[in-house]
């Protein structure tokens, strides 16, 4: 009797607990963690993302899914922090509110085209951080005019334009990509529209993407902003390293812990839920002993307590500040 009420009563208490667990104190909980690893480990490049978590919404209530914005840094696998985005806002405005939680100084941003915003550009410059942004049809006279300087540039060979270009082909996955990077300092271009209100704004980037698939080939041209000077070298790397918060961030929550197929939706439970998977992530990562993939270091840890003891201190390791 006593172990059937256990169980009924179980569940109700978890969801209880993080219906009301006020999920900004409990994102600061973990950044605190998460900065004294980065303290120990450093870090260069930092993607930013968002995502949205499809099983939160509750029709009945007319609540929408769960969107939240993420930063990933990219040589550590650590994710640094989570912020919503508010429901009646978008990715915009919840960019600049995570970048004030972190301590960002010396990395390499990488945004996606939604974040491609002025005020961010000045946010990150102020922050003695440098930014590599996507340009796209957000910005539609900019996008065109880098996009008509690179193809007459590119026709003519770059003759008398002072280009750093970088090569690089990766085969696996049945396909073989070929990606060129070319990286052009601003003051080889025409005046740029309003390029004087992109604080920082030194180079602009273009990276050519040639796949060729068993049954086709595919073909694709991406523009950049960046803070950086021109070295395809270096930024086309910062560039490859950002896909990683979606095949190593949001690829593994969706596959390896279900967050889309989740249907818990009351009051702070998506939020603080959506935070405990990124912490279990983080820590499954940092297990150093049990070379496997977080799907199968996720199963080890519920079936056997002697290595979820092993993540936990994987997990604490060189942490000294309490949460």
């Given amino acids: 009797m006593c172990s059937s009420n256990t169980a009924t009563i179980e569940p109700y208490t978890f969801r209880r607990v993080f219906e009301r667990i006020n999920p900004k104190e409990f994102e600061q909980c973990f950044r605190n963690w998460v900065q004294s690893l980065v303290e120990k480990l450093g870090v260069e490049v930092v993607a930013i993302d968002g995502k949205t978590h499809r099983g939160s919404y509750d029709r009945e209530s007319k609540l929408k899914a769960l969107h939240t914005v993420s930063a ?80 007459i540039a590119q026709s003519l060979d770059f003759k008398g334009v002072d280009v750093s270009i970088s090569q690089r082909v990766e085969k696996g996955h049945h396909r073989i990509e070929n990606r060129t990077c070319y990286t052009v300092p601003v003051s080889q271009l025409p ?88 912490i279990a992530l983080n820590a499954l990562d940092r297990e150093p002993t049990f070379r496997r993939s977080i799907r199968q270091k996720s199963r080890r840890a519920a079936m056997n307590d002697q290595y979820m003891v092993s993540v936990l201190a994987a997990s604490i390791a060189n942490y000294s500040p309490l949460l």
């Fill in 72 to 151: 990933w840094a990219c040589e550590n696998r650590l994710i640094l922090g989570q912020t919503k985005v508010n429901c009646k806002s978008n990715e915009i405005t919840a960019i600049p509110a995570l970048l004030e939680t972190l301590d960002l100084s010396g990395c390499i941003i990488t945004i996606d085209a939604m974040g491609t915003q002025k005020s961010i550009a000045e946010q990150i410059i102020a922050g003695n951080a440098d930014y590599i942004f996507s340009l796209k049809d957000n910005h539609p006279t900019l996008h065109q005019q880098v996009k008509n300087w690179f193809e």
């Fill in 191 to 278: 005046a740029l529209h309003e390029q004087n209100q992109w604080a920082g704004l030194t180079t602009v980037v273009m990276v050519v993407r040639k796949v060729q698939h068993w049954n086709k080939t595919t073909h694709e041209v991406q523009f950049y902003l960046t803070s950086l000077d021109s070295d395809a070298n270096k930024i086309g790397s910062a560039i490859r390293q950002h896909w990683g918060i979606e095949n190593s961030v949001h690829w593994t929550l969706d596959v390896t812990f279900h967050e889309d197929e989740c249907r818990i939706h009351s009051m702070h439970s998506p939020q603080n839920f959506a935070l405990l998977r990124r």
